[in-house]
């Protein structure tokens, strides 16, 4: 089922049933140092996997940038 998420303010259709599903789907290495809050909440890395999304939702991906 396609639903509609916003992905940093981005409307984006997306197949992904998990938070995890749409980082992969989106290029992300869920290796890599980021955090990832759903409408405003925080979402630990522990819970990518298993926390499922919803049509509507807002997530917001931060990733830390180097530099000065």
């Known amino acids: 089922m396609t639903r509609r998420v916003h992905l940093n303010g981005r409307a984006v259709d997306t197949d992904a049933v998990t938070l995890a599903e749409l980082l992969v789907a ?3 290495d ?3 140092a980021m955090a990832c809050a759903i409408n405003c909440g925080f979402v630990p890395r522990t819970q990518w996997a298993g926390r499922e999304l919803a049509e509507g939702d ?9 530099g000065g």
């Open 26 to 28: 989106e290029g992300h």
């Open 30 to 32: 869920l290796g890599a």
């Open 58 to 66: 807002c997530i917001d991906v931060i990733v830390p940038v180097t």
